[in-house]
Every structure is written in structure tokens, then in C-alpha cells.
């Protein structure tokens, strides 16, 4: 959780309402009173000015209604100039004239305009006082911007005809100026104001704030899982209420976490100690958990695939288009085979929902199975290998059968040959069953080795020996085998049978007047023994494949020789029973070396035994 700067803070907002409503409430009366106070004064003001030419009139109504006969009495002009010079007026009046009703002026109280006195004055105000008989009141701005209030008044004789009119132009100015000062003195009054506010406001923000700032705080370390604070009560009113309330939840959160704390620690330890991967998601399909067995199975970091799409991880693309359809599938076998190394993870999918069955998120349990879908490969093969070689034999022994049944067992040529025949297809089938119950004893783990200390130099010319009474005259058996003494701790019966196979091999494929080769080379804690025929090789792509049961490289030439395809595949099982290992050389059309390693005893062992 970030750090609320002061510009953000809550209390900053407190603050600016609380002299938002200081500052409105000043105005707003301060407007009204300015706008009563403007009311007030220029009421006044008018009222002032109608007084004075209420007076006006009545001396100019006298001056219009006195009868001249004499031609030494002064003219209206005069009289009417008189009294504009002696009645009482202020610095307000900037001009006052009188004009006649043929809107000639008779006189002026400004200095400045004396000589418009007996022209015409054309101003419309007059103009529609001489036509409406009326008062004409305008407040308006002068030349020079200022406020001037502008009247004028009809005149009128003892007959009630209007004989004049009195034109007034009074400046307002004074009044706005005051005004003005007022507005000075009330906008200072407004900065104090504001500023006395703002500190209380501060002061007040900060009481209702800081048991705020506390549960924020409180709520940032509880959110870490540390329960052991609490916030303080600085009263009984709504915050108090809710700093109370606030510490129970403390309570029962540090009692929900502990408990959720041990059920994750349960899950984890369930999750990371599973043999299989385990991989969740939510309900878009990225993960969110992935346990280590996973990252091994997958070859991926799992910290790294966090909010990666299962359907990228497992490689689901081109089957899956929405994480929805995973869970349809059940289970499947995804191949993460890369060229000839095969790898093959099972994959089942299932569904997370919400107390109302909604899809939050998906599980998939990945494991390998590689071994199985080899293991289940090998024996489908291995049926049909079985059954393949043992049909051929029955198919061959019934021909031969259903002939002599048909009469050729009086045939003194063809009888004994098919006879034979019969013979070897039966001997070669019971030589496939012995070693079949063999590598089945050997998988099993029923066959126990009787190991001894063996010489083995002595013993591998002793099964040389053997081969050369009884191998054809055209091959040729050469012996490359050390002077000293090698002793190995095996099973004697076993081993020869192991170089039985591996020399009889070598000779059904050597050609006239071939060798085989039977070395035996000391290394550092192990013999190596090899032995070479000069036959017709194996292509490389294949050496891997003849340790394979009924694997054949020239399948019509060894079923020809007898053999069953499951010589080398025994050989390997014993020699690795021994601790050794077994592959092949060869070059096609230079022949093939066979070897394989046996460790050597050591002398504190050779001296106990």
C-alpha cells in the first residue's frame, strides 16, 4: 500500500471544505450586505436629489408663473439663472439645466457650459420628457467611465401646462467609492477569515484524521500477517465505535490467518512432497502455482511461468482453444518427445468452483509416463514378436505333418527329411520358450546369480577352446588375451553363457574363411572384453536396436541359422546383472565387435575369498 501524499490525503480535503464553507458563508452575506448597502445608499442618494428638486421646481414654477409687465423687471432667463445660482446644491451635480418647452436652455449651474445658454439642447432625454410629460430617470457611465445618475423633470405652470424641464446630472461616484472601500475592507477581513479557518480546519482534520491514519497503518501490518497491534480508542462517537470494531476484526483475522496459515502449510507440504506436477490456474487459464515436480517434468523454472497460459506450457495449442475444454478432455498424453529422446507426461485436468459453481480456476496433475507407454509399446511388440515367431515354426511343422499324414511317410527320401525338419522347428521353439521363461525369471527378479571368485583369462579359453573343437574348419578363432591374471566376481554359468551367444554370433556371420577376434583388455578397475567378426555389419542407425528381444538384422538368414532374437537381448540382461555394460561397433561390409565390460575384484576382496 502507497503512502497518501498530503495533496491526496483526506486531510486535505477536510481542510479545503471545511474553508470552502467559511469562504462561501462570508459571500454570502457579504454580498447581500454590499448589494443591501448599495440599495440603501443610492436610495438615499435619489431621495436626496428628489428633494432638492422638488424645491427646484417650486421656485421655477413661481419664476413661470410671475407676470412681467414691467421692462425693467428681469426676464424668466434671469430669474431662472438666479435661482439656479442660489439654491443650495453639493459636488454631486455636475450639470443642472433648465430648458423651456421649446427646449431652449435658460440656464446651467456648470460654468463650463454657459455659452449653450438660448441655444436649443436636443438631448433625447429631454426631448421625451417635452413629449411624454413625464420623469426620465437613467443611471449611466460618463466619458470618463464614472457613474452619474441623470433626471429630468418636466415644469409645469399654475394651468398645468408644462412650460420646462430641470435636467439634472448628479455623479454617483462617491457612493461606489465608498462601496469600494467597504469591499476592501470586507475582502480583508475575507483573508483573515480564510486563514483563521485553515488553521482551525487543520487542527480539526487532524483530530477526525488520526485514528484514520491509524487504522491505515494498523491495516498495512496486518496486511504483512502481524496481528499483535491494536489501534487506539480516542473516544466513544462514530470513529471510536469503529476503532472498537476495528480491533475485533484484528482478532478474528489473527485467528482466521493462523488457522489458513496451518492449512497452507498442510497444502504446500501435500503440493511439493507429490511425486506427480501439479499446476492451478485461474479461470482465464494463467497459472498461479506450479509445485517443483512440475518445473522438473516441464524443464521450466516455475517462478518464471507464473501468468503464462497452461495451453503454452503444455504445449496445448493446436488442441485446446479455451482453458474451459480442458477439463472435457479428462486426461491426455502429451509427447514432449524431442527428435529420437521420447518423453511422454500424462496430463488430468479438473475444475475449481465457488460455493455457487462458478469456474474459478482449473488443476492439472502431470506425470511421467514415458516408462509405462515404453513398457506397454515394448510388450504390444512383444506379443506380436512371440506370436510371429512361433507361428512361423507351427506353420512350417504343419505343412510337413500334413504331408506325411497324407501319404509321404512311406517315401523313404522325404519322410526322414521332413522328419528332421520337424525336429529342429521343435527344438528351435523349446530353445525360444527356455530363454523367453529366462528373461521373464531375469525381469521378474527370480533368477539369483551364484557369483564366485573366476579367473576369468582361464575361462574365457576355456569357452575358446570349446568353439574351435567344434566350429568349422573355414573360420578361424584368434585369441589377443593377457598373460596375467584377472579375477572377476561372477556367475560362471551365466558368463559363459553370455560368450557362447556373442562367439556363436560372430561365427553364423562370418564368412570362409573368416576370424573372430576375442580380446580382453585390462582398464583401470574393469576388464574389457570384446570379440570382432568379419561379417556383413550392422548399418549404425541399428547397433542400438540388435540388444532388443527378436530384434534380427537379416531375419530370413538367422531364423535359417536357428536362432530365436533373443540371444543378445539375455546377454545384455546378465552382463548388466553383473554390473557391466554391453554395445556394438560395426562398419557394414567389415563386421561387427561386440563388447562389454565386467569389473575387476580387488585384492582385499580376491585375499577374503
Known amino acids: 500500500m502507497h503512502k497518501v501524499g498530503f495533496f491526496r490525503s483526506i486531510q486535505l480535503k477536510l481542510i479545503l471544505i471545511y474553508i470552502l464553507l467559511i469562504l462561501l458563508a462570508i459571500q454570502i452575506i457579504g454580498s447581500y450586505f454590499t448589494t443591501s448597502l448599495e440599495r440603501e445608499l443610492t436610495s438615499n442618494f435619489k431621495s436626496s436629489i428628489d428633494g432638492r428638486i422638488e424645491v427646484l421646481s417650486h421656485y421655477l414654477q413661481e419664476a413661470f408663473n410671475k407676470e412681467r409687465t414691467d421692462e425693467e423687471e428681469p426676464t424668466i432667463q434671469e430669474d431662472v439663472q438666479g ?9 454631486s451635480w455636475k450639470n443642472l439645466i433648465v430648458v423651456n418647452n421649446q427646449s431652449k436652455v435658460l440656464a446651467t449651474n456648470n460654468y463650463s457650459q454657459q455659452d449653450k445658454i438660448g441655444k436649443k439642447d436636443t ?108 489501534v487506539n480508542v480516542y473516544g466513544t462517537d462514530e470513529i471510536g465505535q469503529l476503532a472498537i470494531a476495528f480491533n475485533d476484526l484484528n482478532d478474528q483475522l489473527k485467528h482466521s490467518y493462523a488457522k489458513t496459515e496451518e492449512e497452507t502449510r498442510k497444502l504446500n507440504s501435500v503440493i511439493e512432497n507429490m511425486s506427480d506436477g501439479v499446476i492451478a490456474t485461474d479461470e482465464t487459464g494463467a497459472v498461479t502455482l506450479m509445485n517443483e515436480p512440475a518445473g522438473i517434468l516441464l524443464g521450466v523454472n516455475p517462478e518464471e511461468i507464473y501468468g503464462q497460459r497452461i495451453m503454452d506450457v503444455l504445449k496445448l495449442d493446436e488442441k485446446v482453444v479455451d482453458p474451459s475444454e480442458l477439463p472435457e478432455n479428462g486426461s491426455m498424453i502429451i509427447d514432449f518427445s524431442e527428435d529420437d529422446d521420447i518423453f511422454l507426461i500424462r496430463a488430468n485436468f479438473s475444475t475449481v468452483t465457488d460455493e455457487d459453481d462458478d469456474v474459478t480456476g482449473f488443476i492439472t496433475v502431470i506425470s511421467d509416463v514415458t516408462e509405462q507407454e515404453k513398457i506397454e509399446q515394448e510388450r504390444r511388440e512383444f506379443v506380436s514378436n512371440v506370436s510371429h515367431e512361433l507361428r512361423t515354426p507351427l506353420t512350417t511343422m504343419k505343412s510337413y505333418m500334413e504331408a506325411l499324414i497324407d501319404g509321404e511317410w512311406k517315401n523313404e527320401d522325404i519322410a526322414p527329411r521332413f522328419l528332421e525338419v520337424t525336429q529342429n522347428e521343435t527344438e528351435r521353439m523349446i530353445r525360444m520358450v527356455n530363454d523367453l521363461l529366462h528373461l521373464s525369471k531375469m525381469d521378474n527378479k527370480e533368477h539369483q546369480l551364484q557369483k564366485e571368485r573366476t579367473e576369468f583369462i582361464q575361462l574365457f579359453h576355456h569357452v575358446i577352446d570349446r568353439f574351435e573343437m567344434n566350429s568349422p574348419e573355414h ?16 556367475d560362471q554359468d551365466k558368463l559363459i553363457q553370455v560368450i557362447d551367444n556373442i562367439i556363436s554370433n560372430a561365427i553364423k556371420y562370418s564368412p570362409e574363411g573368416g576370424k573372430v577376434t576375442c580380446r580382453v583388455i585390462k582398464q583401470r578397475h574393469q576388464i574389457l572384453v570384446s570379440i570382432t567378426d568379419e561379417g556383413m555389419g ?16 537379416d531375419k530370413a538368414r538367422t531364423r535359417k541359422l536357428g536362432g530365436t532374437g533373443l540371444g543378445l537381448a539375455i546377454s545384455k540382461e546378465l552382463v548388466e546383472a553383473h554390473h557391466g555394460r554391453i554395445w556394438a561397433k560395426s562398419k557394414e561390409g567389415k563386421g561387427t565387435t561386440i563388447l562389454f565390460t565386467l569389473p575387476l575384484m580387488g585384492k582385499k576382496r580376491r585375499n577374503n575369498s
Do not use: C
Open 123 to 230: 438631448r433625447d432625454i429631454i426631448q421625451k420628457v417635452l413629449l411624454f410629460s413625464d420623469e426620465q430617470v437613467q443611471d449611466r457611465k460618463d466619458s470618463d467611465g464614472n457613474r452619474i445618475h441623470v433626471q429630468a423633470t418636466p415644469l409645469f405652470d399654475n394651468e398645468e401646462n408644462m412650460v420646462g424641464v430641470i435636467y439634472l446630472e448628479a455623479s454617483l461616484q462617491d457612493i461606489y467609492d465608498q462601496l469600494s472601500e467597504i469591499n476592501q475592507i470586507f475582502y480583508q477581513g475575507t483573508i483573515w477569515a480564510i486563514l483563521v479557518s485553515a488553521i482551525l480546519g487543520i487542527l480539526v482534520a487532524r483530530a477526525i484524521t488520526k485514528p484514520v491514519m491509524e487504522m491505515r497503518r494498523q491495516a498495512q501490518i496486518m496486511g504483512k500477517g502481524d496481528f499483535t497491534q491494536k
Open 475 to 490: 573360420i578361424e578363432i584368434v585369441r589377443e588375451l593377457p598373460n596375467e591374471k584377472l579375477f572377476v566376481w561372477i
Open 538 to 553: 550392422i548399418a549404425y542407425d541399428k547397433l542400438e536396436k540388435i540388444f532388443e528381444r527378436f530384434y534380427r538384422v
Open 83 to 91: 435661482i439656479i445660482g442660489d439654491i443650495e446644491t453639493d459636488s
